[in-house]
């Protein structure tokens, strides 16, 4: 577990212990449901958004996928290095063809 996990860790163990599993999900959708409204305003699609405000729901996102990793033991930096080696083997050409499109 790394350093980030080590203190969500601490500070949810602090509170009482992690939730459910599904629980944790759940509350992972409701940060992503509030990441995407600011999206959406810092876009000027609906409203004016913030930046600082998109800084706290992207970490309030990421706080609660540590707290999925933590419960099922997966350090999610590991995980993102194995992401980026499968996007990186499996998508380059894909990125490329999306960048000449909005080219046009």
């Given at each position: 577990m790394n350093e980030?996990?080590?203190e969500v860790d601490r500070?949810?163990?602090e509170f009482g212990g992690y939730w459910e599993p599904f629980e944790m999900l759940a509350a992972a959708m409701e940060e992503l449901g509030e990441l995407a409204r600011e999206m959406?305003?810092?876009q000027g699609v609906?409203?004016?958004g913030d930046r600082?405000?998109?800084e706290e729901e992207l970490g309030d996102l990421l706080f609660s996928i540590s707290?999925?990793?933590n419960f099922y033991g997966v350090d999610?930096?590991?995980a993102l290095r194995k992401s980026i080696s499968k996007y990186r083997e499996r998508d380059s050409?894909?990125?490329l063809k999306h960048a000449t499109e909005n080219l046009k």
């Open positions: 980030i996990q080590r500070l949810v163990r959406l305003e810092l609906k409203g004016r600082e405000r998109l707290c999925i990793a999610i930096f590991e050409g894909r990125w």
